[in-house]
């Protein structure tokens, strides 16, 4: 029953802004120890983007989009989202979110620590 649903991709131009959202459906955000972004250009491994933990006492941002992009969540609406700003064409990409039921180790989020992954939405930024 665990799902995660993205959505708010499309295409924009550079220097544009774009919010992805992921909601979850049979169980609360706020009991995963860690919830992230990756994305995955063609032809290339997924990365990390940004994450945060359960109290949102810690916060990831790979360091390519820092100062851009802005992860955050509304407990009510069980809803985390991913506020992208100032896009360049190399954000564009699938981007999905993910979640963990526990974390095992600290430091900058890998994709292998993930239990769930949402199907993804494409963000596609034109110069």
Same mark, same amino acid.
């Given at each position: 029953?665990?799902?995660?649903?993205?959505?708010?991709?499309?295409?924009?131009?550079?220097?544009?802004?774009?919010?992805?959202?992921?909601?979850?459906?049979?169980?609360?955000?706020?009991?995963?120890?860690?919830?992230?972004?990756?994305?995955?250009?063609? @032809?290339?491994?997924?990365?990390?983007?940004?994450?945060?933990?359960?109290?949102?006492?810690?916060?990831?941002?790979?360091?390519?989009?820092?100062?851009?992009?802005?992860?955050?969540?509304?407990?009510?609406?069980?809803?985390?989202?991913?506020?992208?700003?100032?896009?360049?064409?190399?954000?564009?990409?699938?981007?999905?979110?993910?979640?963990?039921?526990?974390?095992?180790?600290?430091?900058?989020?890998?994709?292998?620590?993930?239990?769930?992954?949402?199907? @993804?939405?494409?963000?596609?930024?034109?110069?």
């Amino acid at each position: 029953q665990v799902q995660l649903v993205e959505s708010g991709g499309g295409l924009v131009q550079a220097g544009g802004s774009l919010r992805l959202s992921c909601a979850a459906s049979g169980r609360i955000f706020g009991t995963y120890a860690l919830v992230a972004w990756f994305r995955q250009a063609p @032809g290339k491994d997924r990365e990390f983007v940004v994450g945060i933990s359960r109290t949102g006492s810690s916060l990831y941002y790979a360091d390519s989009v820092k100062g851009r992009f802005t992860i955050s969540r509304d407990n009510a609406k069980n809803t985390v989202y991913l506020q992208m700003n100032s896009l360049k064409p190399e954000d564009t990409a699938v981007y999905y979110c993910a979640a963990m039921n526990s974390r095992l180790r600290v430091g900058r989020p890998r994709s292998d620590e993930f239990n769930y992954w949402g199907q @993804g939405t494409q963000v596609t930024v034109s110069s």
